[in-house]
């Protein structure tokens, strides 16, 4: 079943982009009447049918939706150093979304080795991920923020912060248990400083480890959103 | 602390291959008395010093031997289904060998993209990966295996397939406990055939889910891996 990211449905119909209307047209030769699924981004999941099959402008009526598809009980949010080898950062993306994630944010750290990062590519990285994995509610990719900014900033449910430094740090699956939001913070290929550990703990971040292994970034990063799904779920 | 991977130590001295002397003293700039650790690939992990800086021939004396480093209560084997692009499988590769993997098996199914992989190229990425998460026992790379071969296979401990076929299946966690052998099958991007998973269930393979998503060949395979990690260690 081919699944198209329609943000914008009115009255029972939408058109595609003129890229997706194109892929659905030209590509996936689809014509008038093929069924589609649509999803929305907000948790909108939708049974549709194509109406007019227009290379650049392809139209979709609804002819079912299901709200709230696929909601959780939970929201994960992983604040990460992007990589200085981006196509790792990528990775990660791709796979946080597969296995569900909330929130994204480039962490821009003391130790970092790259400061910005594409965000046009990663959010088409985000929406590729949402359609392949069936996700009808679309992860917020948060612009790349300072460490100091970022650990200020309020927010509820557990905080975590994931490093290497020899210290007493409990395991993160450990921490994984009723709360409903999750927050974990996971630093650049150096690590984070002792300072930013420190910040962060002032602030209310609890120290973690992801297990006995030191873990390249965007695998820790995918250790953490896995081992939060992991338990979290049934 | 530099490392290198010397399978071949001998009365306490061992010598770099050309590639990797190269490495050491071109490109690191190391010299005769600096401080490096080895790796053995059979559980050695060696506290040593440059003897001989020769950009071709590099010699090493030991120092210190601890054996049985990082040793595991458990190992885990995962077949998996090479993808048809294969930078997937790669990436999988290094994931698996981050968190702890004991044997891995390219499985060549009905429905496989691809049917044979670079071995050699595999087998790099396994040892670069070893050293950067300082891993002292190598994991095996079996030779593409077919999927009729592999289950018939005698194996002990818990066996599982994954598969997305809808039936009734309990979660891989659900099977981690005692055991202390995990074998897990992962199929290619358009799942296990029914035929292959009645043949895997004939001979004593358990189905399993890994969540309520489903997930690439790779992703799902770093899933089956980090999972069965994660509960095993503290």
Redesign the interface.
């Known amino acids: 079943m081919h699944i198209f990211y329609t943000p914008l449905i009115i009255d029972g119909k939408c058109t595609l982009s003129e890229e997706e209307s194109k892929h659905c047209v030209r590509v996936l030769r689809l014509a008038n009447g093929d069924s589609v699924t649509l999803i929305d981004g907000s948790g909108g999941y939708y049974e549709a049918e194509i109406e007019d099959a227009n290379p650049k402008r392809c139209t979709i009526a609804i002819k079912k939706k299901t709200e709230n598809y696929?909601q959780r009980n939970y929201k994960i949010h992983i604040a990460l150093a992007p990589t200085k080898n981006i196509d790792r950062t990528e990775?990660f993306v791709e796979?946080a979304v597969?296995?569900?994630i909330d929130t994204i944010t480039p962490l821009i750290c003391q130790r970092s080795e790259r400061t910005s990062v594409n965000t046009d590519r990663l959010e088409k990285i985000i929406l590729s991920a949402m359609k392949?994995?069936?996700?009808a509610y679309k992860p917020v990719l948060n612009p790349p923020t300072p460490f100091k900014k970022f650990v200020n900033e309020p927010r509820t449910g557990q905080k975590l912060i994931a490093h290497c430094i020899e210290s007493d740090k409990v395991?993160l699956?450990s921490m994984v248990g009723n709360d409903s939001e999750y927050t974990v913070l996971i630093g650049p290929e150096g690590d984070f400083s002792p300072e930013e550990v420190e910040l962060a703990t002032q602030n209310g971040y609890q120290c973690v480890h992801l297990?006995?292994?030191?873990?390249?970034t965007e695998?820790a990063g995918?250790?953490a959103c896995?081992?939060i799904?992991?338990i979290k779920?049934?």
């Open positions: 696929g990775w796979k597969e296995m569900g392949q994995s069936v996700k395991s699956k297990g006995p292994y030191r873990l390249r695998t995918i250790a896995h081992t799904n992991l779920q049934e």
